[in-house]
Each structure stands twice: as structure tokens, then as C-alpha cells.
């Protein structure tokens, strides 16, 4: 869906953009992570056509995006990090307004922006005067809005910035339906555990380069050598840990009671080995959960090694 080759941006001297590559496939929800001033927004921007770029190659489902044309414009839905909302208009206006932008009016506009207040769990706040919204209210709508043409590819910049936590919470509901009606969906975000529970890929960036893409567990291991899962036991809690130390690739586990934290080299395969010799020596598993790990952590460690 998205290809980037090789992309440059300067500020003057300042380097926002520095030979950036990036794939994103179709369908895929992609967590764009990176500090203020790392190349985020200027990316994005790029990519939706409200930049220019000064060199590289960009392409959005095989259309070249740094000519800015229609047809582009008809595959993006774009939500700024700052976005402005009018006084005086419901939410329902707003969204007629925006659809009349796209030659959408009377009753299919109507229609449609009550079809999307619904998606984004507006649909009570059709009346109500947007500039009275809470700020979470004024994302999903600035998010409804994005989606009022039915674009391919969603570019989201800090789409939870300011949201208390019941509000990101329906966020990331909001993003796995969008997932689920085959959206393609860039997110870029400085609440990193979300990043890692609702994107299948994610992306860190820093001084303008790409340092490392690929799944938060891909990541993790690739980063410290090992995955943690944590594994409920009904008891033998002290059994447990010698059949886990009995196992080449686990590397250390800690104890919480019933609870046992296990940190291993390997991929869902090892999972199944670990999980089967528990259970074939008569250990009584109640659960198991594959852990994000600490995403911070594992940021740090990534950008502390970027030249500068």
C-alpha cells in the first residue's frame, strides 16, 4: 500500500527527513514511534501530499504521491496532531460540511455523517455544538471526518494526544474496526504499551532515519536477545522453575507468587515446547500471556546507539 524510497526533507540545515525507507503492506495497522523532531509529522505530511518533498520516492497503492494529484487525494484520510473545529456548528454540520467537500450533499451526507458519528461512538453528539466537545469527542471527530470519502490509507498524527484513558481506550476500538474493514492505517503516538497492543508493525525513527521496523516481539528479541511470557501455574511453583531451567533457551525467570515470568530466546515454536513440558510433567497451566515487554525501554536502547 505504502512504499517509501529513500526520502529527504531539510529545514535549512536541519535535516527533518534523512533517506527514510519505508514498506507498509495493505491492511496493516502501523505504529510510527519516534521523539518531537525525529521526522514524524514531517513524513506524514509528505505522504498525504500537503508536502513537498526534496528528494526520494513515494508511493501510495503504486500512485506517486509526490505529485499530489487527485487520485491521491482519494486514497488518504488525513488527522493532523493540531486541527481546527468551527463554532457554531453540531457535529452532525460539521460532518455534512466536510462531505460537501467531496460532492456528498442532502440526504446521502446525512446519511453517511450519521453512519460515521456511529463508528467513531458519536452518534448522540450528532446535535450537540463541537466546540463543546470534550477533547476526546474532538478527535473522533476530526477522525470521522478523515473518513467521510472512504479512503485506503488513514494517516493519524497523535490521534490520542490529550485523551484521558477511557477515551484512548475507544480509540483503539475505533482503530481495530477501522483494521477490520481492511483499512490501512498509519499511527504515530508517544504512548508506546498502546502502540504495541493495537499495531501489528511498528516503526521507530529518530534524527529522520528508520532504525528498525518490524512486530513488537520480532523487536523485542531482536533488540535483547529474548521474549518474556508470563505463566500462571495452580501450584508447584518451585517444579515449575526447575523444568523451566531445565530448558536451553529459557534465559531467567522470575517469581509472583503463582505467577512466573519467563524470558526466552525464540518465537511462538519455543512457546509451545515451554508450554508442553509443563503441562507433560503434571504442572497444572491456567494461563499464559505473551507480553508486549517494555516498548520504552526497548526505544532506548534502539535510539541511544544513532549517531548524531
Not at 107 to 118: F, G, H, V
Not at 119 to 127: G, I, S, Y
Request: contains cysteine.
Amino acid at each position: 500500500m505504502l512504499v517509501i524510497k529513500d526520502l529527504h526533507k531539510s529545514y535549512g540545515k536541519f535535516k527533518a527527513v534523512n533517506g527514510l525507507n519505508l514498506e507498509i503492506e495493505k491492511g496493516e495497522i502501523f505504529g510510527f514511534i519516534g521523539p518531537n523532531g525525529a521526522g514524524k509529522s514531517t513524513t506524514m505530511k509528505i505522504v498525504a501530499g500537503l508536502l513537498s518533498a526534496d528528494s526520494g520516492e513515494v508511493y501510495v497503492d503504486s500512485i506517486n504521491a509526490l505529485k499530489n494529484n487527485k487520485r491521491l487525494k482519494e486514497k488518504i484520510g488525513y488527522m493532523p496532531d493540531f486541527f481546527g473545529v468551527y463554532d457554531n456548528l453540531k457535529a452532525i454540520e460539521y460532518m455534512e460540511f466536510y462531505a460537501s467537500i467531496y460532492g456528498i450533499l442532502g440526504k446521502e451526507a446525512k446519511t453517511l455523517s450519521m453512519d460515521l458519528l456511529e463508528l467513531v461512538n458519536l452518534q448522540d453528539k450528532a446535535d450537540s455544538y463541537v466546540d463543546g466537545l470534550s477533547r476526546g469527542m474532538k478527535q473522533r471527530l476530526c477522525l470521522a471526518r478523515s473518513l467521510v470519502h472512504n479512503p485506503e490509507l488513514l494517516i493519524l498524527d497523535e490521534p490520542a494526544s490529550g485523551m484521558d484513558p477511557r477515551a484512548r481506550f475507544e480509540m483503539k476500538g475505533i482503530l481495530k474496526n477501522l483494521k477490520a474493514m481492511d483499512k490501512t492505517i498509519i499511527v504515530s503516538s508517544h504512548i508506546l504499551p498502546e502502540l504495541a497492543e493495537i499495531c501489528g508493525v511498528i516503526g521507530i525513527i529518530e534524527k529522520g532515519q528508520m532504525v528498525i521496523t518490524g512486530s513488537v516481539d520480532d523487536i523485542m528479541f531482536n533488540v535483547s536477545g529474548q521474549n518474556p511470557i508470563k505463566i500462571r501455574v495452580k501450584d508447584k511453583v518451585e517444579d515449575s522453575v526447575k523444568i523451566l531451567k531445565e530448558i536451553p533457551y529459557v534465559t531467567k525467570t522470575l517469581i509472583n507468587e503463582n505467577n512466573l515470568t519467563v524470558s526466552f530466546k525464540g518465537g511462538e515454536d519455543e512457546v509451545a515446547t515451554i508450554l508442553h513440558n509443563l503441562v507433560r510433567q503434571n504442572i497444572k497451566v491456567l494461563s499464559y500471556t505473551q507480553t508486549a515487554g517494555n516498548l520504552e525501554d526497548v526505544f532506548m536502547k534502539i535510539t541511544e546507539h544513532v549517531e548524531e
